[in-house]
């Protein structure tokens, strides 16, 4: 089981970004995803997730109107679309699995397989 997030680089503030996360190994239709992201010095934390189905979607508040989360289960690949990016959404952008029976949706405690991350830098 694997994940792996690409997508990040180098933009500048009220730029744009879109993260894939492709899945391998193993079949993630029926699986809630999230996305983390950690900057240096501070915990991980969440931005947003994704039902099973795509018809369910949450988003950390500071990020609610410029990111939008999606999935094509055909591709089993989630992507995370971020739009007006302030520096301050400078992180490492990590995809997970929700586990199951996990009764959360929004803390690290309640995913696993993360991928390796991907770097986003947004300049002033």
């Known amino acids: 089981v694997q994940l792996q997030a690409s997508g990040g680089g180098l933009v500048q503030a009220g730029g744009s970004l879109r993260l894939p996360c492709a899945a391998s190994?193993?079949?993630?239709?029926?699986?809630?995803m999230g996305w983390f992201r950690q900057a240096p010095g501070k915990e991980r934390e969440f931005v947003s997730a994704?039902?099973?189905?795509?018809?369910?979607?949450y988003y950390e508040d500071s990020v609610k109107g410029r990111f939008t989360i999606s999935r094509d289960n055909a591709k089993n690949t989630v992507y995370l679309q971020m739009n007006s990016l302030k520096p301050e959404d400078t992180a490492v952008y990590y995809c997970?699995?929700?586990?199951?029976?996990?009764?959360?949706?929004?803390?690290?405690?309640?995913?696993?397989?993360w991928g390796q991350g991907t770097q986003v830098t947004v300049s002033s």
């Open positions: 997970a699995v929700h586990k199951d029976g996990a009764y959360g949706y929004t803390r690290p405690a309640d995913y696993e397989h």
């Open positions: 994704i039902s099973w189905s795509g018809g369910r979607v």
């Open positions: 190994g193993r079949t993630f239709s029926s699986y809630v």
